[in-house]
């Protein structure tokens, strides 16, 4: 059905493949958001498709799917901008089509293992076959070796065409961070019967991967995507990039420290955690300044010289792009900070508080901004010099952020119950559990957020189509 | 850039070395601070269960003691309190068999994907309840174990048979969990309530004391 986002106009190897990543992406984001609603439902309906597709299977394959769309969309953003970036073709990209054959062959396997075969029994072969059971990286470990492989060469090609070709400010972020979020990965990938231990090394692949290493990421397709879209300049971007990376490494590496409050670790966890993590909404609050700073800056200098309309060549993925600036603020930093202080945090640990920060936060930091990039590979490989946001794009971009909004407010309601009356009133017992789940300020919350979900999945729905729509109609407009 | 930077501010060199040094500067302290944690979070040994050295991990051997969850005035919080011996699933278990029982418990929590929908140590998914202290948990005694005669027998009925005895309507389903797993995971979170968690299920103590007293929410 994606077949439709032609590359007619790309002649760069590199750049096709990118769209490539870009078109599973954007299935894998739809069954995400299909599994969310089934999650949604089963908070609602306990016995809806009880023992058949159990809470934990859906729960599993939407936040599955979720960190496999965004690794598609990231690695398609930066085949996008390698060639442009280094102004060098490309190297071993034939190579690069194939890892993409394997990745995308290997994903198949392990979605259709964990809807139809769900759990294994307690040996090593369910491990290594069937789901390692681990939040986030639940890929049993063929696929864990499978996914290492493939990154490889993702990053050979990368890394390797950045040393044939220009070495821009942008290129070295990039190659610096993808190779600390590659290595990384590893660190999930081991056994031990020690929980604490397990829960230890878990967290250095998902917090530095969300906290630390993407973030960077996101810096550096921002900077990319504001010379593209409005002509930002390129000192100006690369000065912020590199503040950025201070920021964002200097607070978000031993921010590490807020997760390991309570699961066995040592007490001193909690001033290191505390202090960096309060500061990681700093670097947030100087991206959302520098790219409205820019937009303003450049419109302006156009307006200066009498030139007429605006600066913007891309419409949606600029309007994205701002979206993720406000998102990334707002969801990571300000809900995050919500409960990364240990004396809230020993109430809200393990509440819907955090379900609600890591919707927005996903959405607000990184689903913005890729969503973004696919809109500028639109604009590139239908080959179109401006591309307007049509009715549909402003459709999709409205209801996905208002009902992520709810969502998360509705949430953030459930949460808020959760912690004063399971956790400080009750205790924290299975029957606290359950009271709280059961009073009315709670299970409303749940409605909420499932008629939100829905809302999201319309906007979903608007934003697939804008897509498939939105670059034929700017290159008729153009011809025309 | 042709014309020379006229201040420091706005210098990329000075900005991309600053950026290194502190991501190398935040990287070194990780890693020095990780192992120092890695030494108090590896596993305890039998011999300091003997002696009664607290350790934030004890040995898998722990599940041969009868453990509690109290306030400690000094640390402020509630911390595990590993007291007498007691026998478990009737017997005593060896240094190898609690670390095979334990092994297996552990290789089953993942299998069975059990933190989709609970959290273990306040992570994983907010379906069901935490497990972090389930073995302490007041609702076993309230539910009279299932009829059988101990708490680690009662456990693990129910997690061979969650469906038909779930509390609430939203109910654990069966997930073809053998007897030997079933062991295997009560020994997984009896161990597990003997993590030093720094206080974490707060005021767990105070529900399980109402519970035992008839208070309010025991049922």
């Known amino acids: ?37 089934i999650a949604a439902i089963q908070f609602l309906m306990p016995g809806f498709l009880f023992e058949i597709f159990d809470f934990s299977v859906a729960r599993m394959v939407h936040i599955n799917a979720l960190v496999v769309w965004m690794l598609y969309a990231m690695i398609g953003s930066t085949y996008l901008m390698l060639t442009d970036e280094t102004e060098h073709e490309g190297v071993g990209i034939a190579l690069g089509k194939l890892g993409f054959w394997i990745l995308t062959a290997a994903v198949t396997v392990v979605v259709l293992v964990y809807i139809f075969i769900q759990v294994g029994a307690g040996t090593e072969a369910t491990i290594w076959f069937i789901n390692e059971g681990r939040e986030y990286i639940e890929a049993p470990r063929w696929a864990d070796i499978g996914i290492v492989v493939v990154v490889l060469i993702f990053y050979w090609n990368v890394f390797a065409t950045y040393l044939a070709g220009k070495q821009t400010g942008i290129m070295t972020v990039m190659v610096a961070n993808l190779l600390a979020l590659a290595g990384l990965y590893i660190a999930g990938m081991f056994f031990t019967d020690n ?8 967290w250095w692949v998902i917090h530095l991967w969300v906290e630390a290493t993407w973030e960077v990421f996101v ?42 409050f309570w699961i066995g670790t040592p007490e001193y966890w909690w001033e290191i955690g505390a202090l960096f993590s309060a500061l990681e909404p700093v670097p947030l609050i100087a991206m959302f300044v520098h790219v409205l700073y820019d937009w303003g800056k450049e419109q302006g200098i156009a307006n200066g010289k009498g030139e007429e309309g605006n600066v913007i060549k891309n419409g949606p993925a600029m309007a994205w792009i701002v979206t993720n600036a406000f998102g990334n603020f707002l969801g990571a930093g300000i809900w995050g900070f919500f409960h990364t202080l240990p004396q809230v945090n020993i109430y809200t640990h393990g509440t819907q508080f955090t379900a609600a920060h890591g919707h927005l936060s996903f959405f607000g930091a990184y689903a913005t901004i890729l969503i973004g990039m696919i809109y500028y590979g639109i604009q590139r490989a239908y080959g179109v010099e401006r591309m307007k946001s049509t009715f549909k794009s402003k459709m999709g971009i409205f209801m996905i952020t208002f009902g992520v ?40 919350a749940q409605l909420w957020r499932a008629i939100m979900g829905v809302v999201t999945f319309v906007g979903f729905i608007y934003l697939v189509w804008d897509l498939l729509t939105i670059g034929k109609a700017a290159k008729e407009t153009q011809e025309a | 850039m042709a014309k020379e930077n006229v201040s420091v501010w706005t210098s990329i060199p ?6 290194a040094w502190v991501t190398g500067f935040a990287t070194i302290l990780l890693i020095w601070l990780t192992f120092d944690t890695l030494g108090q979070i590896s596993m305890g040994t039998d011999d300091d269960l003997q002696t009664k050295t607290r350790k934030r991990v004890p040995a898998p051997t722990v599940i041969n003691y009868h453990i509690d969850y109290k306030y400690d005035r000094k640390r402020g919080s509630e911390v595990p309190v590993v007291g007498n011996k007691e026998p478990f699933f009737g017997k005593e278990w060896s240094v190898d068999e609690a670390a095979e029982l334990l092994h297996l418990g552990k290789l089953t929590s993942q299998a069975k994907n059990c933190m989709n929908c609970h959290t273990l140590l306040g992570n994983g998914a907010y379906y069901a309840p935490d497990l972090t202290k389930a073995w302490l948990d007041p609702n076993w005694e309230a539910m009279g174990y299932f009829g059988k005669p101990t708490k680690e027998e009662g456990i693990a ?63």
């Open chain 1, 1 to 37: 059905m994606l077949a439709s986002i032609k590359t007619n106009s790309l002649t760069n190897e590199g750049q096709k493949l990118g769209m490539m990543y870009f078109r599973v992406a954007v299935i894998l984001f739809g069954a995400q958001l299909v599994m969310g609603l």
């Open chain 1, 195 to 202: 929980i604490s231990m397990d829960q230890f090394w878990w």
């Open chain 1, 219 to 260: 810096g550096t397709l921002a900077a990319y995507a504001l010379i593209k879209l409005i002509g930002a300049k390129r000192e100006i971007v690369e000065m912020w990039l590199w503040i950025e990376v201070l920021m964002l490494f200097g607070s978000g590496i031993l921010g590490l420290g807020h997760h390991y």
């Open chain 1, 405 to 444: 909004m709810g969502m998360t407010i509705a949430l953030t309601i459930a949460g808020y119950e959760q912690v004063l009356v399971e956790r400080a009133d009750l205790g924290a017992t299975w029957n606290a559990f359950f009271t709280a789940q059961d009073l009315a300020w709670y299970t409303q």
């Open chain 2, 14 to 19: 000075f900005w991309r070395r600053s950026a």
């Open chain 2, 157 to 219: 009925y129910f997690l061979q048979h969650p469906s038909e005895n779930s509390i609430h309507t939203r109910r654990m389903p069966n997930l073809g969990i053998t007897e030997e797993e079933a062991k295997g995971l009560v020994a997984f979170l009896k161990h597990m309530s003997s993590i030093d968690t720094n206080g974490f299920p707060r005021n767990f103590s105070k529900a399980t004391d109402k519970s035992n007293v008839g208070g309010t929410y025991a049922r």
